[in-house]
């Protein structure tokens, strides 16, 4: 167990719809990740938040943004879904530069 | 070009055996650092190891060790006594930009199986 808490595990969705993953650090962790996993695209970077702040953005989609709240955790939401959004989405945290700690991921299925 | 390339789509060792699974990197930043995971059947992700473009020394973790040439921009893994449970998928990975936070660029990944 990483500490890293990912709410839901598993999501079925329609396209057009909009749904929002929740991750919760490992305490005292102040950096969040978001990645997509896709047959299509593979592993990809979405995006980082440190303590509150954007820190750096991949590969995210307009149609996709993310924020950090005061107690650290994070959520990401995805809207205007398409089949194509159907990914395991990962988040992990770190305190240091040269770690990470991943949650068990949201399967995500767009119908 | 690719940031990120893992050329062994699959392989196989013998339990107790070690292995190397190959990572090839390409950037021009001078600050960046190299991640391995590990991603068994279940679907989880693990975090391994790192190497900081400005660690003198190769890392180590356990039965984990990146064998970092920076001139040949490889940082290849190398797992030494194989377990069964070693059986998983393997990416590398690199962060651009330490400090200024860039970019994270994953490979295809690689396949390892444990034979018993």
């Known amino acids: 167990d990483s500490g890293v808490t990912q709410t839901p595990k598993h999501l079925i969705t329609a396209t057009g719809q909009r749904v929002t993953l929740r991750c919760s650090p490992r305490?005292?962790?102040?950096?969040v990740y978001w990645y997509q996993q896709s047959l299509d695209q593979g592993l990809q970077f979405l995006i980082q938040?440190?303590?509150?702040?954007?820190?750096a953005k991949g590969n995210i989609l307009e149609r996709f943004s993310a924020q950090q709240f005061p107690d650290l955790h994070s959520e990401l939401n995805l809207s205007s879904l398409e089949l194509g959004d159907s990914a395991l989405y990962f988040c992990?945290?770190?305190?240091?530069?040269?770690?990470?700690?991943f949650g068990p991921g949201t399967r995500l299925t767009v119908l | 070009a690719q940031k990120i390339t893992q050329t062994q789509p699959g392989m196989f060792v013998q339990e107790k055996e070690a292995v190397t699974l190959d990572c090839t990197y390409d950037?021009?930043?001078?600050?960046?650092?190299l991640f391995w995971y590990k991603q068994p059947s279940s679907g989880e992700m693990i975090f391994l190891i790192y190497?900081?473009?400005?660690?003198?020394q190769n890392a180590t973790e356990g039965r984990y060790s990146l064998n970092f040439q920076k001139a040949r921009k490889s940082a290849n893994l190398v797992i030494s006594a194989s377990q069964l449970g070693d059986s998983a998928m393997y990416f590398c990975?690199?962060?651009?930009?330490?400090?200024?936070?860039?970019?994270?660029?994953f490979g295809t990944g690689t396949s390892l199986t444990v034979i018993p």
């Open positions: 992990a945290s770190s305190l240091r530069v040269g770690e990470q700690f």
């Open positions: 938040y440190y303590n509150g702040e954007e820190r």
């Open positions: 190497q900081g473009s400005y660690d003198q």
């Open positions: 305490s005292g962790d102040l950096s």
């Open positions: 950037t021009s930043d001078p600050s960046y650092g």
């Open positions: 990975a690199m962060r651009e930009g330490i400090v200024t936070g860039n970019q994270f660029y």
